[in-house]
C-alpha cells in the first residue's frame, strides 16, 4: 500500500472536486447487466493512458495496460458513500491496485478506507476492506469486473464507453463480434443476472489459487458465466452445460439449489455472500419464472418385458 492515494481527489478522478467535473479523458460506462448492491445507485469511470489499448486478443479476458484507472461510484439516499478505486501498477496479471474510499459528509472529497467502514455516513451501505476486493476481481484472468465485451455490448450514451465505441476509437487490439444474449426475456435477464453477480466466483476459467478464498475457489465446478463465443446456442451457454440438473431443477424453482442460495432462508451464507446484506426484491420472482418455465425431461416410455431365452440345457 506503498502508493496507494490518502484521498480520492489524488487518484484523477475530478478535475474539480468540489463541482465534480471529471478529469479529460475519464470516460463513463455502464454494463448491461447490472451488480446488485443493496438498491445503491452507481456511477463508473475508466481512464486509459494516452495511445494506450487493451488487449483483448481474449474476448473474454481482457488485459489492461498498466497505469489503468477505474472508479466505482455508490450513492445511498442521494448521497455520495463510497467510491472504488483500481489502478494497474505493472504489466503482471496480479499488478493491480484496490482500494475503497469513504466520502465525507461535506461531500467535498473520500478518504481511502483500507479495512472498510459500516453503515458508511449513516446509511445502511457498509464498505468492504481492501484485503477483500479480490475475493470478487481476483475470480477472473482479467481482474476487471463489468468492463468487458458481453457487458459492453449495447447501446450506450455518446459520452460512454460502449463496445462499438472502443472499436471505432482503437482503444481494443483485435475487433469482438458477438451475438446478443440468446433465449426470450426472462431467460437473457436470468442469464446476465448471474453473470453479473456470481460468475466472478462460479466459472471454470478461474486464475491459479492464491488463496483459501472460497469465493473464487467454490467447491462446485458448474459454471454461471456468459462467454462470447457460446452465445449463439443457448445450450452452450455456460448455465445450461454445466448448471442445470446440477444447481437449477427445471420446472422445479423451490427445489433448486441455486433458488435456495439466492433466497438464503434454507442455506448460510446467502450468494453472493460479499457486499451485499439485503436480498434483490427483483431476484427470486425472476427465478422463480424462469426456472418454472424450463423444460423438463420426458418420462421415458417403459419397455415392455423381453422373453427369457433358453439356455443351452433345455
Known amino acids: ?41 452507481k456511477r463508473r469511470f475508466l481512464w486509459l493512458p494516452a495511445g494506450a489499448q487493451i488487449d483483448t486478443r481474449d474476448p473474454d479476458a481482457w488485459q489492461f495496460p498498466t497505469g ?11 448521497k455520495r458513500v463510497e467510491t472504488r478505486y483500481l489502478e494497474k501498477l505493472g504489466p503482471a496479471p496480479d499488478d493491480w491496485l484496490a482500494l475503497p474510499f469513504v466520502w465525507r459528509a461535506q461531500q467535498d472529497d473520500a478518504v481511502a478506507a483500507v479495512d472498510g467502514a459500516s453503515d458508511a455516513l449513516g446509511t445502511t451501505h457498509d464498505v468492504p476492506a481492501a484485503r477483500d476486493c479480490m475475493g470478487c476481481h481476483g475470480g477472473t484472468a482479467s481482474r476487471v469486473l463489468g468492463f468487458s465485451a458481453i457487458q459492453l455490448n449495447h447501446t450506450a450514451p455518446a459520452a460512454e464507453w460502449s463496445l462499438a465505441r472502443l472499436a471505432a476509437d482503437g482503444v481494443i487490439t483485435s475487433p469482438i463480434a458477438l451475438a446478443d444474449v440468446p433465449g426470450d426475456t426472462d431467460t437473457r435477464r436470468a442469464l446476465g443476472y448471474l453473470h453479473a453477480n456470481c460468475s ?89 419464472r424462469w426456472i418454472a418455465a424450463l423444460p423438463t425431461l420426458p418420462t421415458l416410455p417403459t419397455l415392455p418385458t423381453l422373453p427369457t431365452l433358453p439356455t443351452s440345457e433345455d
Open 1 to 41: 500500500m506503498a502508493r496507494a492515494p490518502k484521498l480520492l481527489s489524488q487518484t484523477g478522478l475530478y478535475a474539480n472536486n468540489s463541482s465534480h467535473e471529471l478529469q479529460p479523458g475519464v470516460t463513463p460506462y455502464t454494463p448491461q447487466f447490472q451488480l446488485w448492491s443493496d438498491g445503491a445507485s
Open 68 to 78: 489503468t484507472k477505474l472508479w466505482k461510484e455508490f450513492s445511498v439516499e442521494g
Open 200 to 288: 466472478h466466483c462460479h466459472n471454470q476459467q478461474r486464475p491459479a489459487e492464491r488463496s483459501d478464498s472460497r469465493c473464487y475457489n467454490p467447491r462446485r465446478d458448474f459454471d454461471l458465466s456468459l462467454r462470447v463465443d457460446q452465445l449463439t446456442d443457448i445450450g452452450h451457454t455456460g448455465v445450461f452445460a454445466t448448471a442445470i440438473r446440477e444447481v437449477i431443477e427445471p420446472g422445479k424453482p423451490r427445489s433448486s439449489v441455486l433458488y435456495k442460495r439466492a433466497h438464503g432462508s434454507f442455506f448460510r451464507p446467502r450468494m453472493p455472500p460479499l457486499a451485499t446484506e439485503q436480498l434483490d426484491p427483483e431476484l427470486l420472482p425472476l427465478l422463480d
